[in-house]
Structure formats: C-alpha cells, structure tokens
C-alpha cells in the first residue's frame, strides 16, 4: 500500500532545516495573503486552507482556491479535507485517554490486548509497548505493506481492522510477511510506521469494545464539538469535501479509503481541526471542554528513547531556525501540515487537495506574522 510515502521522506530527509524563499516581512493581514495568493500560485496548488491561533484564540482562519476545480467550487475554512498522517494525533489522544483512565499503561505489552500473539519474530522475547507503537520505536515496519494497494474508491472499505490485523500478523494471512518487522529490536530505533500506527486505532478498539471510529467520535469530536469531521467517508458529504488531485485519484467519485484507516483517513475541516490544535497547545483542554489532562498532555509532549525530535506521536519540525511540535501528512491527492509553539501557544494549520505540496513558505509566513 502506497500509502504516506511523502510524509516517510520528509519525516527522515526533509524539512528539519527548512529554510524560507520569500521575504518574510509583512504589514497588514492583506499583505500577508497576498503573498499566501502568491506562494500558492506560484506552486500551482489548488487550494490551501490554512489557520493562525494563539492558545485559545483563532487569528487567522482563511484559504484559497478551489476545492473543486470543475466545477469552481471555492475552498473555505468548513471545507474537509483528508488529513493524511496529521489523523495519528488523534488516533494517539484516544490512546492516552485509556492511559489516563488506567486502563493501560504507555510501558505494558501491547499482546494483552491482541486476539492473537505479536512479536518481531526475530526477537521473540522482546514485548512491544504502547510507548514504542507512539514512538515509531515497535520495529514493526513498512517495507512489506508499501507494496500493497487496499484502497477502496467511492466507499469505505468493507475490511474490519480485526480482519485487517489478523491478515497481517497471523502467519497464514493474506498479508503476513515477515518484512512487516525490521531487523532492529522492539525499543532500540526509530522507524517511521504507518502499520503501527494504525494498530494503536485497533488497540482503542479492542480495549473500549468500541468501534475506533465510534469510540473518537464521543470521546473527542463531540467533546470539541468537531461537528464536521469523520473517519468514515459513508458518513462524510461529499459536496463538503476537497477533491484530492493525483494522476492515481482520476476516477468518477475520487475519494478513497483503506483498511488501516486509523493512521491517515480522518476527514476534517479546517474549522476543526484549528479546535483539535488549540486543546493540544492549551493542555488538553478547549473553551473549558476537556480530552486529556495536562499531566497526560506534558507525557505526550516528552522526548521518548533519547530522541531530540520524536515525543508521543507528535515530533518537532524547524521552520525558519526555529524548531516547532507538530505532525505532517501526505496522500494522493491530499498535504496537510499542523504545528505550534510550545513556549508561545502559537500554532498553524495547513491542508491541501494536492500531493507533495510545497507549503514551506506559507507555514513561515504565517508564523512569523503570528510572532510579530
């Protein structure tokens, strides 16, 4: 499955240095999007909708282009857009909601929970943890299920996650290799793993007896009053929703889906999502409504494994000499870009219906007009 690659090569090789092309400087929110107009012109996006906040407060919350070019449609901040890999931030908070309740803790076995066993077979005695899943630490790897193609067009795929997993880590399933684990043990290196991921969205589902979908949407979306987003496309209106423009994504309805949903296939407004950010930047906690404690929240913000960039889920990105806590994503069709201050509050949301968007300068411009 074909699935991220973008965000693997940024996550490894990418944006750590990152560097601005433009003159910064701005003296109006006018003349800041007009240089936005002119960064996505320039890089011929479709749309970007994007958002400046502050702790609590929204800036900036605008975007440009159409979310549906035949038909000129404009893009606007209740546009939803697939997130891509920014959905691991939330499928992490429905994680750390159950650690918080002491239903499990970051440091036990994940196999407590798995109808079937689970370890890197080539060490077999090494449990893998929560902590090593929201740290891409587990040694469960990519390499295999990159190869794949699951996506379902039009429709959510009709695979379960519990049929999705059993294919994957029973010896006899449809996709069990022995390539989906590294050659690394479980807790000694990073590797960057969507099929980890995705196994944490199957773990909530587990625990709770709760479909992961269900179990996000009271326990997070409706605490926020998120009211316009959805991991399900079923549930999701298409007239609402930014085509994803990709060579692979031209068919009749273009909207996709996958089985591993958890670690890429939330669809959210910009509205939305700017809500999800400012509970992470303010502790867990939007307009007095609540999703994690602050303790829980500190937990997640911690570097993990000695790492100076991975902390649970979220990692740090330098933008413009300064280094941010955040999460990309990249899919067909879809860049999205999410990531705050911590010392400041200050935080940005960028989504986008192209592929390897280059959203560089206009994640700097909004942060550097922000700090002003």
Known sequence: MMKNILLVFLFFNGLMACQPEIDLETNSLEELQQKIQGEAERNGLSSVAYSLVRNEEILISSAWGFADKENKVPATDQTRYLLASVSKTITAVAIMQLVEQKRIHLDDDIMAYLPFPLRNPKFPDSKITYRMLLSHMSSISDRYQSGLDLYCYGTDCPMTLETFFEETFTENGLYYSKNNFSNIEPGTAEDYS?????????????????????????????????????WRLAKTPLNELAIPYSSETNRANPHYTFPDYPNGGLRSSLHDLSIFLRAIIQDGTFQGHQILSASSMAEMKKFQFGSTEQCLSFYYETINGKKYLGHSGGEMGVTTEMYFDRDTGLGVVLLCNDEDADLENIMALLFHYGEK
């Open 194 to 230: 969507n099929l980890g991921s995705a196994l944490l969205g199957y773990l909530v589902q587990r625990i709770t007896q709760m479909p992961f979908d269900e179990y996000c949407k009271q326990h997070i979306f409706e605490v926020l009053s998120m009211s316009k987003t959805e």
